[in-house]
């Protein structure tokens, strides 16, 4: 089965930008979404924004100025860059897919875990 | 942006016990609502989409109801391995947002 595997630094400088990729096995990139979600004691589970493998992407207002997802379908991945990091971005990072119409995630990654501190 | 609350935030419980768990919108979401099951050190798991609607692996003592603002997650005959944190999420409108969770302990 489809399986999603995330990776990137787990520390980041405030300032920074943080890149993170997801990538896919057991199964294609084609036909699919594909969400970051992040989790924080402090905010819960916030979704961050979906990429279609057609490249049509959307974000979550509150970071739409800091995100960007793209996608590299010969690798079977897709990625995550948030910019200005702060303490506040401290957060469990998930990749997940979901299906056209059907915007509920399955399956997640196990998540990566990007602390911000200097 | 819909806020999702859930009720409580915490259960005390037994294993055997039937529990009910809640989910409230701030606005209609349809029954385009997913519930999650997370447990310790790992990744949320689809347990209920279409407010009802079972995933994959998840047994009949699992149900979901509810529609518009007010849902429900029932857990009957709890087993040890249901102690865990579950949360909702709203897919019907942008951005999708999740509830805070309702841990479920056991009593």
């Known amino acids: 089965q489809v399986q999603l595997q995330e990776s990137g630094p787990r520390l980041v400088k405030p300032a920074e930008t943080l890149s993170l990729t997801c990538t896919v096995s057991g199964g294609s990139i084609n036909n699919y979404y594909w969400s970051w979600i992040r989790q924080s004691p402090g905010k819960g589970l916030e979704w961050i924004g979906y990429?279609?493998?057609?490249?049509?992407?959307n974000y979550n207002p509150s970071l739409k100025s800091r995100v960007t997802i793209s996608l590299d379908t010969s690798r079977n991945q897709f990625s995550l860059k948030l910019s200005t990091m702060t303490a506040a971005d401290t957060a469990m990072y998930y990749c997940?897919?979901?299906?056209?119409?059907?915007?509920?995630?399955?399956?997640w990654g196990q998540g990566t875990l990007v602390t911000v501190s200097s | 942006e819909i806020v999702m609350t859930q009720s409580p935030a915490t259960l005390s419980v037994s294993p055997g016990d039937t529990v009910t768990l809640s989910c409230r919108a701030s606005?209609?979401?349809?029954?385009?609502l997913a519930w999650y099951q997370q447990k310790p050190g790992q990744a949320p798991r689809l347990l209920i989409f279409?407010?009802?609607a079972r995933a994959t692996g998840f047994p009949a003592n699992f149900s979901g109801s509810g529609s518009g603002t007010e849902f429900t997650l029932t857990i009957s005959s709890l087993q040890s391995a249901d102690f865990a944190v579950y949360y909702c999420q709203q897919y019907n409108n942008w951005p999708y947002t999740f509830g805070q969770g309702t841990k479920l302990e056991i009593k």
């Open positions: 606005q209609s979401v349809s029954s385009n």
């Open positions: 279409g407010a009802s």
């Open positions: 997940a897919r979901h299906q056209p119409g059907r915007p509920y995630f399955d399956p």
């Open positions: 990429i279609y493998y057609s490249g049509t992407t």
